[in-house]
């Protein structure tokens, strides 16, 4: 008998944000809002985002996640 588990709705997407190259550099990766709006949700995507410890910036149409735990400072 096959294992029938399904990964949660929008778990692939969010997998691909946090595999991309940026990503696992410890770099930084933009999302639109509206995008992360239809896919998987702003709550959903911060959950994930303090799940591993990284950074999340509003910044209007756009979402900046910094891949990287360390701290971080906005400068003006």
């Known amino acids: 008998m096959k294992n029938l588990t ?8 969010l997998d691909q ?8 550099r410890g770099g930084a990766v933009r999302r639109r809002k ?13 959950l994930e985002v303090r799940r591993r ?3 999340m910036v509003d910044c209007g149409t756009d979402l900046v996640i910094s891949c990287s735990g360390t701290p971080l400072r906005i400068i003006y």
């Open 6 to 13: 399904r990964k949660p709705v929008g778990q692939d997407w």
């Open 53 to 55: 410890g990284f950074h």
């Open 34 to 46: 509206a995008d992360v709006l239809r896919e998987v949700g702003l709550d959903r995507l911060e």
């Open 17 to 24: 944000i946090f595999c991309s190259q940026s990503a696992l």
